[in-house]
Nanobody, 120 residues
Framework: QVQLVESGGGLVQAGGSLRLSCASSGVVFSIDAMGWYRQCPGKQRELVAGITSSGNTSYVDSVKGRFTVSRNNFKNTVYLQMDSLKPEDTGVYFC??????????????WGQGTQVTVSS
């Protein structure tokens, strides 16, 4: 019901920056939250940053002060500005959207993922 497409991943040196974008399409009743997850080598997939429909944001401790999540409500697009990148930030980043369908059913949609590689 909701299609998500990520962009902006790539290879950067430690200390550099990347800006990830996630564009959504489809018709739903509401999107209550959007966020970014990452799958890093040897680690469990984790929620990196999230933003609710009311604008509240949250971050995993390891990225606080370095990453910023934002959204464009008109376009249902979420962004992740990543600054001061570290090698341990390397991983596949997935966009996620959660909300209610037109049938008032909970849904969760995932993008295909985009690779972020930070070299030392």
């Amino acid at each position: 019901q909701v299609q998500l497409v990520e962009s902006g991943g790539g290879l950067v040196q430690a200390g550099g920056s990347l800006r990830l974008s996630c564009a959504s399409s489809g018709v739903v009743f509401s999107i209550d939250a959007m966020g970014w997850y990452r799958q890093c080598p040897g680690k469990q997939r984790e929620l990196v940053a999230g933003i609710t429909s009311s604008g509240n944001t949250s971050y995993v401790d390891s990225v606080k002060g370095r990453f910023t999540v934002s959204r464009n409500n008109f376009k249902n697009t979420v962004y992740l500005q990543m600054d001061s990148l570290k090698p341990e930030d390397t991983g596949v980043y997935f966009c996620n959207a959660e909300g209610l369908s037109l049938r008032m059913e909970n849904f969760a949609s995932w993008g295909q993922g985009t690779q972020v590689t930070v070299s030392s």
